[in-house]
């Protein structure tokens, strides 16, 4: 299997430290192909599909949610550094006392009955997003004993090509449960400080809410000979 | 050259979250043009178990081999975002999408680009599902880069002798009849 340029930064698909990995990661390598023209673009998400609201989860209730409140920014950007413009970034996360409002999610913490946990922000022109939150706590998986997920919150990013379509997770810069965390882990050790935001105390807002950055960048025109 | 973000598992608390109230199940609704087809099929694992916890995406062209953008307000037409459900199983409702040739006059089949995401996938598996018979994808860039038939066959959709309009396409991720994966 050829080696990838994004190979020094992307996990492995099988992770045993990682259990879940171990029937569902392909055993075959990979077919390199280019991408089609059909996956050189991408779903287009009109004016109006997303609602300005969407980007504040604080206020989805009728009261604020318990917790930290956060101002998550960032910046989209492909890997030439151009900015990923009007692009969908959809945003989920367990609640400050880590508990996912999802009926498979058993851990014994109390649900925020003013927390949702969802969100979604299209780029503007510059590719900047910009949500408000609470920090998300963080929780017991069974993968391992006394294993605890990091606190994190999942970002969903489409760029402009189905070719760039990337899910991952950000994580809290200091966080000691990083080093135990086999999903973080699993990036290999030179990527994984791009998973990790940064505080950015002036993108907050004073006396209300913390301010963090996590810029994201999706591959570029480089990864294919047609450009994206 | 800033280095891309790694990707990370979808977890398994998506589906509140990333499903689409009104779905993701029905492309083109309301479009007239061209052959409405359901597919559907399941995904299994290394143990042939279903995979119940799938977030399932598609991606296609239109009946005339056109790639679809969204209208004013509406969901964009050529996409569709599934779960799997308890027996690991998926379903669409589209239009057979037409061929579309690529920049150096290569013909794609009829086909529609698939992305899976789930719990212990580290990265998305991106792959593409034809709904031709192998006899008539041979030239395809996908066909010809895979060569073996009977790995190829692992991305053709069967066609219901009993219903033309629906298609079957089931997916191996690891193991005995594993389906091939792409690297885009």
């Given at each position: 299997m050829a080696e990838t340029p994004l190979a020094d930064v992307h996990p492995p698909y099988l992770y045993p430290d990682y259990k879940s990995t171990r029937l569902r990661a392909p055993a075959q390598p990979l077919v390199r192909v280019p991408p089609s023209p059909l996956e050189a673009v991408g779903p287009a998400f009109p004016k109006g599909f997303v609602k300005e609201s969407e980007a504040d989860l604080t206020t989805w209730g009728k009261s604020a949610p318990l917790g930290e409140k956060m101002v998550l920014v960032g910046r989209v950007l492909d890997e030439d550094g151009r900015p990923v413009r009007r692009s969908l970034v959809e945003i989920w996360q367990a609640n400050?006392?880590?508990?996912?409002?999802?009926?498979?999610?058993?851990?014994?913490a109390p649900l925020d009955p003013?927390?949702?946990g969802k969100g979604q922000v299209i780029t503007d022109d510059e590719g900047c997003y910009r949500v408000v939150t609470v920090k998300p706590g963080a929780y017991p998986w069974q993968?391992?004993?006394f294993g605890w997920r990091p606190a994190h919150i999942h970002l969903s990013l489409f760029g402009n090509a189905f070719a760039q379509r990337l899910i991952t997770q950000m994580f809290f810069p200091g966080d000691p449960l990083l080093a135990i965390d086999p999903i973080f882990q699993s990036v290999p050790e030179a990527g994984r400080n791009l998973l990790v935001a940064e505080l950015?105390?002036?993108?907050g807002v004073e006396g209300v809410a913390l301010g963090y950055r996590f810029d994201i960048v999706l591959r570029g025109p480089r990864a294919t000979p047609m450009g994206l | 050259m800033p280095k891309p973000t790694p990707s990370q598992t979808v977890g398994p608390f998506f589906a509140r979250d990333l499903l689409w109230e009104g779905g993701?199940?029905?492309?083109?609704?309301?479009?007239?043009q061209g052959d409405r087809i359901a597919l559907t099929g399941r995904v299994v694992d290394g143990n042939g178990a279903p995979v119940v916890d799938a977030l399932f995406e598609t991606w296609q062209a239109d009946a005339g081999g056109k790639f679809p953008s969204g209208g004013?307000?509406?969901?964009?037409?050529g996409y569709g975002r599934i779960s799997t459900d308890a027996n690991g199983a998926y379903a669409i409702e589209t239009v057979m999408p037409g061929a579309f040739k690529g920049p150096g006059g290569e013909t794609y089949a009829p086909q529609i680009s698939v992305a899976i995401f789930a719990r212990g996938l580290l990265k998305a598996l991106h792959t593409r599902v034809f709904l031709a018979p192998l006899e008539q994808i041979k030239d395809d860039p996908l066909a010809r880069a895979v060569g073996d038939p009977e790995r190829l066959q692992t991305l053709i959709a069967v066609r219901d002798p009993a219903n033309p309009k629906l298609y079957r396409w089931d997916v191996r991720l690891r193991g005995a009849g594993e389906a091939v994966f792409i690297e885009l």
């Open positions: 400050a006392s880590g508990r996912y409002p999802h009926p498979v999610d058993d851990h014994d003013n927390f949702l993968n391992h004993a950015d105390l002036e993108q | 993701g199940r029905v492309l083109f609704p309301g479009q007239g004013e307000g509406a969901r964009p037409y």
